[in-house]
């Protein structure tokens, strides 16, 4: 089975400017995550998507952080205008979730994207 | 408030020694769930068990063993005859109703041949 797919996996830019990252989950995980996680801590929820609609996005610093799953598979998390605070690894992760509010699907992660902004 | 706390950063060790990772956790719900990640250098997150606050069973799967105490709130991971590929970062995770996934800050571990 094919695990959560990320790219690119390496991007380096420089502030106040914009990267996308995308991710393509593990077949048939209708819950979709993305994760940050600067160097030296534990990763922490950016938004949570369960099928195209967003479950918890109350992390994501929307003036410049914003995602979309359109189709309900796939989905792009884009930065614009990106800071240097921005530098972490940006980690998309799915799981299955046969309702809303239920906490203990487990969730499998991509490998990451890392972000550096110069 | 949910809280998840790994005390210990950084943990180095000699090949075929024993090391245990501390996991204590912090949460007013009865229904959680645990789980413990790696994160070797290459940055992806894998997955290594899940217990739920119902089961205190011990687990034991190979050379990893994790001995969940609600007593003292805690989900210890014990590696035994550690080998250099242990050498990752080992994440202690909780779920509950209310919150998502809270992540420790990790334990680095260091086996060295």
């Known amino acids: 089975e094919a695990g959560v797919a990320q790219s690119p996996r390496y991007k380096i830019i420089e502030k106040r400017q914009s990267v996308a990252f995308w991710c393509n989950p593990i077949?048939?995980?209708?819950?979709l995550y993305w994760y940050q996680q600067i160097l030296g801590q534990g990763p922490k929820l950016l938004i949570q998507?369960?099928?195209?609609?967003?479950?918890?996005d109350s992390q994501l610093p929307k003036d410049r952080f914003s995602a979309e799953r359109l189709k309900g598979v796939d989905s792009t998390l884009k930065i614009q205008p990106a800071k240097l605070e921005d530098s972490a690894v940006y980690l998309c992760?799915?799981?299955?979730?046969?309702?809303?509010?239920?906490?203990?699907?487990?969730?499998?992660f991509g490998e990451g994207s890392w972000l550096t902004v110069v | 408030a949910q809280k998840v706390t790994q005390a210990q950063t950084e943990i180095s060790v000699v090949e075929k020694e024993d090391v245990t990772l501390d996991c204590v956790y912090e949460?007013?719900?009865?229904?959680?769930?645990l789980f413990w990640y790696k994160q070797p250098p290459s940055g992806e997150l894998v997955f290594l068990i899940r217990r739920n606050s119902f089961d205190e069973q011990n687990e034991i799967s190979g050379r990893y063993s994790w001995n969940f105490q609600k007593s003292t709130s805690s989900f210890n991971f014990t590696i035994t005859a550690s080998q250099v590929v242990d050498s990752a970062v080992y994440f202690c995770?909780?779920?509950?109703?209310?919150?998502?996934?809270?992540f420790g800050t990790g334990t680095r571990l260091k086996v060295l041949a």
């Open positions: 077949s048939g995980h209708a819950t």
């Open positions: 998507f369960q099928n195209n609609g967003v479950v918890d």
């Open positions: 995770a909780l779920s509950t109703r209310t919150y998502k996934y809270i």
């Open positions: 949460t007013r719900d009865t229904t959680y769930y």
């Open positions: 992760a799915s799981s299955y979730l046969l309702r809303q509010n239920v906490s203990g699907n487990t969730i499998y």
